[in-house]
């Protein structure tokens, strides 16, 4: 069985965790913050959260262990079987973690009463624009990020977007949903989709 371990405030954490849900696949949420200790670092280099154990070993960094729960058995793909279409789904994902979701962590003291330099909010006034219509420009919506078919980049996206939005609108008073096109009403159908909910739900308790 595999145990995840961080918490349900982390969007990182909840990516992995509805990809397990969606997955159907056992495991164990082990509750566990973000640290240094050298225990940790052992399972997480970074010491960030989520990391995972498998029975071969620790694995951290969202995107990896997405792919490596996709290798394991289970009904429920979140790859498309093509594999110019897989290496879209990685490709969108990866565009709204790197121009999206980091640029927008930026601000994130800022949620928490924290200052936030004029510097930073400005970089993110001018960064994020051009992430979010990168990611315009690689998806329609239809009604999937990657088309017809659910997804792990709707997972990466749908908690990218959730936490960025909120930074960028309290910090930099950028709505990133009106950049893309067609991103409210998918958020919305995310938000209700059964494995997103149970998450939201877990984090609100
Ligand atoms: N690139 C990592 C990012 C994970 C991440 O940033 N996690 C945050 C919580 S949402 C964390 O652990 N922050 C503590 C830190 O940066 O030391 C991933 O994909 O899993």
């Known amino acids: 069985m595999i145990k995840l371990y961080g918490a349900p405030i982390s969007n990182y954490y909840n990516m992995v965790k509805v990809a397990l849900i969606e997955k159907g696949l056992d495991f164990e949420e082990v509750l566990t913050p973000p640290s240094q200790d050298p225990a940790y670092l052992n399972q997480s280099p970074m010491g960030k959260i989520p990391c995972i154990e498998t029975p071969d070993g620790f694995l951290s960094e969202s995107l990896p262990i997405l792919e490596y729960l996709e290798s394991l ?83 990466v996206g749908f908690f990218s977007l959730i936490l960025a939005n909120r930074i960028a609108i309290a910090v930099a008073d950028t709505d ?8 409210q009403a998918w958020f919305e159908m995310m938000q209700s989709r059964p494995s997103v909910s149970t998450a939201l739900a877990d984090q609100k308790n």
Do not use: H, W
Request: proline share 7%; hydrophobic share 45%.
């Open 176 to 183: 990133l949903m009106a950049l893309i096109p067609g991103a």
């Open 73 to 155: 058995e289970s009904d429920a793909p979140l790859l498309p079987l093509d594999a110019f279409a897989q290496a879209k789904a990685r490709e969108i994902s990866q565009v709204i973690e790197l121009n999206v979701e980091l640029v927008a962590r930026r601000g994130l003291g800022g949620l928490r009463g924290k200052p936030v330099a004029d510097l930073t909010i400005s970089e993110m006034q001018r960064d994020l624009p051009k992430g979010c219509a990168a990611v315009a420009r690689l998806t329609q919506f239809g009604p999937f990020i990657c088309g017809e078919t659910f997804t792990y980049a709707d997972i």
